[in-house]
């Protein structure tokens, strides 16, 4: 066997592999980039189809909660406390609702691994910013109220956009700054923005059209 040719064929046939590997990931780069980008700047949050959105592994699925194809959860629960953060601090209640159905599911005792607690899974350190009142010892209303005027020091500090005060949120604001203004490449937020944002689209858009509870 001529080994010198066949080093030469090998070298070649890797070659091929990476640059096939390559094209194949560029497109989906663009897709995410591209997505981000339109929601951001749309008036209205418009869900891609490029984006596959599954309900939040911490919800326990089961019949009653959900539609055949297991991405909503049939009841908004806790409107009353939602809708009264909401126009004491003037947010959307969709908006809320959405950040609460993909940190905890609607979960008031839920924790995290990293020690995030409640409806909004606020971190205790973070929630004393805002109250002297232990997380653990808030009503529904208090969870929420703390875990939105987070969220709404985050849209201030990122100029009201959206995609990076999500993204803040969920990775804390230095790390948005430290990626120039990115949603950073963290997997888990990489996934939290869309996912907050197709929640938050489909809530909107029941807000409006049915303000009944159910779904």
């Known amino acids: ?5 066949f080093r030469i064929a090998c070298s070649i046939f890797a070659l091929t592999v990476v640059s096939g590997l390559a094209v194949a990931q560029t497109p989906l780069n663009q897709t ?14 418009i869900i891609k189809n490029e984006y596959v959105v599954t309900a939040p592994a ?23 406390e939602v809708q009264a953060v909401a126009d004491a601090l003037a947010m959307d209640p969709a908006l809320l609702h959405a950040v609460i159905m993909v940190e905890s599911g ?10 995030a ?3 909004m899974q606020v971190i205790p350190a973070t929630a004393k910013a805002y109250s002297a009142k232990p997380l ?10 703390v875990g939105a005027r987070y969220l709404k020091s985050m849209l201030t500090q990122f100029d009201d956009q959206l995609t990076l005060a999500l993204a803040a ?12 203004a990115q949603i950073p490449p963290y997997a888990e937020t990489q996934k939290y923005v869309p996912q907050v944002l197709y929640y938050y689209a489909r809530f909107k858009q029941q807000l409006v059209l049915n303000p009944s509870p159910v779904l």
């Open 1 to 5: 066997m001529n080994w010198g040719l």
């Open 32 to 45: 995410m980039d591209v997505t981000l980008t339109e929601l951001e700047s749309a008036d209205e949050i």
């Open 58 to 80: 911490s919800i326990a699925a089961s019949p009653a909660q959900y539609h055949a194809k297991g991405s909503l959860p049939v009841v908004m629960s806790y409107r009353d």
């Open 106 to 115: 609607y979960q008031a005792k839920s924790v995290s691994r990293k020690g």
């Open 117 to 119: 607690y409640g409806l």
């Open 136 to 145: 653990t010892q808030m009503s529904p209303y208090e969870q929420i109220h």
């Open 169 to 180: 949120y969920n990775a804390g604001p230095q790390a948005v700054v430290k990626y120039h």
